[in-house]
């Protein structure tokens, strides 16, 4: 399956021309201690809950 993952961070090592992600690997973490109910909760901007 090809994916196509977006980051704004052109500081980051992984950015890409076209705000594209190189990563390998994308690691998405809770920005509370408590469980995430919604995106501003998480390090994830298409965040969706079950």
Do not use: H, S
């Amino acid at each position: 399956m090809v994916q196509r993952i977006l980051c704004e961070v052109d500081n980051c090592k992984y950015w890409a021309n076209g705000n594209r992600c190189n990563a390998d690997v994308i690691y998405v973490t809770n920005q509370t201690a408590e469980e995430a109910v919604d995106t501003d909760d998480t390090g994830c901007k298409t965040f969706n809950p079950e």
